[in-house]
Structures are given as structure tokens and as C-alpha cells.
């Protein structure tokens, strides 16, 4: 693997993509309600995590990158708790306001000296497209920054912030020939012409509508899928399966997973990967072992509970 992380503290990173705040209530389950077959939870404390596209700005910090994030924030309490972790997280933010911030919030209970376990989760957000004056702030204050990046990571997790005006504009960057790596929950199919797809298991199926149940099946699946998104790479995470590299000429590479140990939580995983995949794309560092280091980051994360991050430290010592 010939990545130098000693690179990593010049490399700027853009990410553009949904900021969100992963709001976390914990408590202690005491008994069944009379009012209804449900649990009690007596509250303990709250705390808030940058989530989304927040989170993959927070890895790629975490990894000693000098990174900006885009996207919006609401004028409210998680907006207002986003913006003092992002100052804290030394992470340039260019937001615009929107109505409300996308909020995902768990409640995690249990009893008496029992660990946590998540029981409910809750989302907030908009619920429809962007407002035209939101989206035009957008596009005019990503102009500044994309041209400043050395490597951009799209994240969309479907809340509206990569509207097409902001996806034509970054996709006239890749045309150029920057370096512009797309992570899709929902619109893969959206993202034609860009550097770098990721795509899950799960995600590639459903842009090709082609099984992806074996090695060879999911070959023919990639290589489908590279002609639906005309990009240069495809990188496909497999779970417990690993990776793999798919080059739009030449060879696909499987990488193993790595690690013995059982995933403690998968939250944010996607997350981790694409900021190490792209941190390390954008050092130089060819698409094969950007995505070998990746692998080896999101190893590390789902060994974490919670939405997390993995520091170059960790890193360092698990390579």
C-alpha cells in the first residue's frame, strides 16, 4: 500500500453534502407505562454528533486534512450546537440558513448497569425540495471553495442540499479534471461523469437491477454501473466482505476485509470510508490503495460505538 500519510496535513478537502446532527438522548428504562404498551425512559443527558456529511468532514479532519464543509443549517438548537463542533473541530463551515436543521435523534436506554441500546430514532428535516433563494446561496458560495480543493467528497443523504445547479457545478469541476468522489445514498444515478462513485452492495442492485450475489455477478453489476455513471472509478463496499476497486479500463482489484473482530456499530461507517478513501485519493495515492487504507479505517470505526471518527493515530498504528 504506498500511501503517505505524512501528506495528509497539505491536502484540503471539500466536502459538499447534507450536514446533520446526530442528536443522542440516553436514559434508563424503569418500567411499562399505563397508558400504553411502551417503555419509560427516565432521561439522563443529550449530546449532539456531526452526522452525515458533518461526519465525513469530521473524519477527514480527524486524519489531519485541512477541510471546509458545505451545506445548510438550520437557525435552531442543533443548528446552533452543529456550528460550535464544527469551530471546535478546527473545520471551515459555509452554511446557509435553511428553516430547519436535518436532525436524526436517537433515544438509547436501559437498565441499571446495562449498556445502552438504541430504541427509537426520530428524523427531522425538510421534507420538500430546497427553497430557490437557499439553493442559488448554495451555488454561489460554492464557487470560492471548489476551486481551492484539492479533492471534493460529495455527500447525499437525500436532505436536498445537492441540487442540480450544485451537482452541475461540481460536475464541471470533474470535468476539468478535478478530483470529485461521490457517496449517493438515494440519486447514484444523478452523478454521471464525476471522478469516484461508492456505491454499497445494496445501492449498486438497485442502479443496475443486476444481482450482486457473487464476485462474478458483481462484476457484471460494476461494469454496468460504469457505463450508467460514466466515472472513472467505481468503488464498491462490501460489509464483512471488504472492498472492491473497479477502474473504468483494466483490472477489478478485491480487497479483504480487515480485522477479526465482530462490528460493534455501524453507524457512520460509510462516513469514515469516504473521507480516508478521498483524503488519501486526493494525496496521490492510487484509486486500489486510497480504497485498501479506507478499508482498513472502516475496521476501525465499527469497532465504536456510536457516530465516530478514526485519528491518524489509530490509523497509523493499525497499518
Do not use: W
Not at 479505517?297 to 491518524?312: D, E, N, P, R
Request: proline share 3%; net charge positive; charged share 20%.
Amino acid at each position: 500500500m504506498k500511501v503517505d500519510l505524512n501528506r495528509f496535513k497539505n491536502v484540503r478537502v471539500l466536502v459538499v453534502g447534507d450536514l446533520v446532527a446526530d442528536h443522542y438522548v440516553y436514559g434508563q428504562t424503569e418500567r411499562v407505562s399505563r397508558e400504553a404498551p411502551v417503555l419509560i425512559v427516565r432521561h439522563e443527558r443529550d449530546e449532539v454528533k456531526l452526522g452525515g456529511g458533518a461526519n465525513v468532514a469530521a473524519n477527514a479532519r480527524a486524519l489531519g486534512a485541512q477541510v471546509t464543509a458545505l451545506g445548510v443549517l438550520g437557525a435552531d438548537e442543533m443548528g446552533t450546537a452543529m456550528r460550535v463542533l464544527f469551530k471546535a473541530q478546527d473545520i471551515a463551515l459555509v452554511a446557509s440558513e435553511s428553516e430547519v436543521t436535518e436532525t436524526k435523534t436517537r433515544v438509547l436506554a436501559g437498565g441499571l448497569s446495562t449498556s445502552r441500546q438504541q430504541m427509537l430514532r426520530i428524523d427531522r428535516g425538510l421534507t420538500g425540495p430546497m427553497s430557490e433563494k437557499v439553493s442559488q446561496r448554495l451555488e454561489k458560495s460554492l464557487v470560492a471553495p471548489l476551486a481551492r480543493a484539492d479533492v471534493v467528497i460529495v455527500s447525499d443523504y437525500g436532505a436536498g442540499v445537492l441540487t442540480p445547479g450544485v451537482r452541475t457545478l461540481l460536475q464541471g469541476a470533474a470535468a476539468r479534471g478535478a478530483k470529485v468522489c461521490v457517496d449517493s445514498r438515494f440519486s447514484l444515478v444523478a452523478y454521471r461523469g464525476f471522478t469516484v462513485c461508492k456505491p454499497n452492495e445494496p445501492e449498486l442492485a438497485v442502479l443496475t437491477g443486476m444481482p450482486v450475489r457473487s464476485e462474478a455477478e458483481l462484476t457484471a453489476a460494476a461494469s454496468r454501473a460504469l457505463e450508467l455513471l460514466d466515472c472513472q472509478v467505481l468503488v464498491v463496499t462490501r460489509g464483512r466482505h471488504g472492498m472492491s476497486v473497479f477502474p473504468r479500463r483494466g483490472r477489478p482489484t478485491f480487497i479483504a476485509p480487515t480485522g477479526q473482530e465482530d462490528a460493534v456499530d455501524v453507524t457512520g461507517a460509510g462516513d469514515t470510508v469516504s473521507a480516508s478513501f478521498a483524503l488519501a485519493f486526493g494525496s496521490g495515492a492510487s484509486a486500489v490503495d486510497a480504497a485498501r487504507l479506507a478499508n482498513v479505517a472502516g475496521s476501525l470505526v465499527v469497532q465504536k460505538q456510536g457516530t465516530a471518527t478514526v485519528s491518524l493515530a489509530e490509523l497509523r498504528a493499525a497499518l
